[in-house]
């Protein structure tokens, strides 16, 4: 069964400071690993991975994959308070697409 | 924001009836796709299809079915609704399988069963 694990479950942080974020994973026949954010309505698209050790960036997030060791990482640098929000990581395997339970991040001011 | 639209957007309904939830699409994707979303489960895939009349079961496919007899509209059915599918329903759609870059939310709907 494919597993998709991530942590910590919840993180509370003050404006400017930077956060990684995990997901690890057990996939069968894996195809890519994807970031999506979640405020109080749909997931929105972050970043799709499918290349280990190339890091994607788009602005102050950033997300890399390790492939061998089965994980990614999410970084935020310098956050902001419209950053909270929850963090899905999702893993596509051959007919499947798994989430973890995501990461509800809070950026106080 | 990407065509598409969920309804209805909230739903009570009683345990043993059937429900019917609608996605629609105005983007002309391939690939369609529902969701339920539980506190402590994430998000879920149900079922998803691949085409008009080609759908597939995902993780969660027992106790619903789909049917998809237009590109822009995706029907998930749950044929006696129970207490244990009252949940947030969401519709995505993607141009290709899964991993698309242009794999777009609807805005959901909160389904209670009592």
């Known amino acids: 069964e494919d597993k998709v694990v991530q942590s910590p479950l919840s993180l509370v942080v003050h404006e400017g400071d930077t956060v990684t974020l995990n997901c690890s994973y057990e996939?069968?026949?894996?195809?890519?690993l994807l970031w999506y954010k979640q405020e109080k309505k749909a997931p929105t698209f972050l970043f799709m991975l499918t290349s280990s050790g190339i890091e994607k960036k788009s602005g102050r997030l950033s997300s890399i994959l390790d492939k061998k060791e089965l994980f990614s990482i999410l970084n935020i640098t310098a956050t902001q308070t419209g950053d909270s929000a929850v963090y899905l990581c999702?893993?596509?395997?051959?007919?499947?697409?798994?989430f973890g339970k995501g990461t509800m991040l809070l950026v106080s001011p | 924001d990407a065509g598409i639209t969920q309804s209805p957007r909230h739903k009570v309904t009683e345990t043993g009836t059937p429900v019917t939830l609608r996605c629609h699409q105005t983007?002309?994707?391939?690939?369609m796709y529902w969701y339920r979303q539980d506190p402590g489960h994430g998000l879920r895939l149900i079922h998803y299809?691949?085409?008009?009349?080609?759908?597939d079961k995902g993780e969660v496919s027992d106790g619903y079915s789909v049917s998809r007899s237009k590109t822009e509209d995706f029907l998930l059915t749950l044929e006696s609704a129970t207490s244990s599918q009252t949940s947030v329903y969401f519709c995505?759609?993607?141009?290709?399988?899964?991993?698309?870059?242009?794999?777009?939310f609807g805005p959901g709907t909160r389904l209670t069963v009592t």
């Open positions: 999702a893993v596509e395997g051959y007919s499947t697409l798994t």
């Open positions: 299809s691949y085409g008009v009349k080609d759908t």
């Open positions: 995505a759609i993607s141009s290709d399988r899964f991993s698309s870059y242009e794999q777009y």
């Open positions: 996939v069968t026949n894996f195809r890519s």
């Open positions: 983007e002309n994707h391939r690939y």
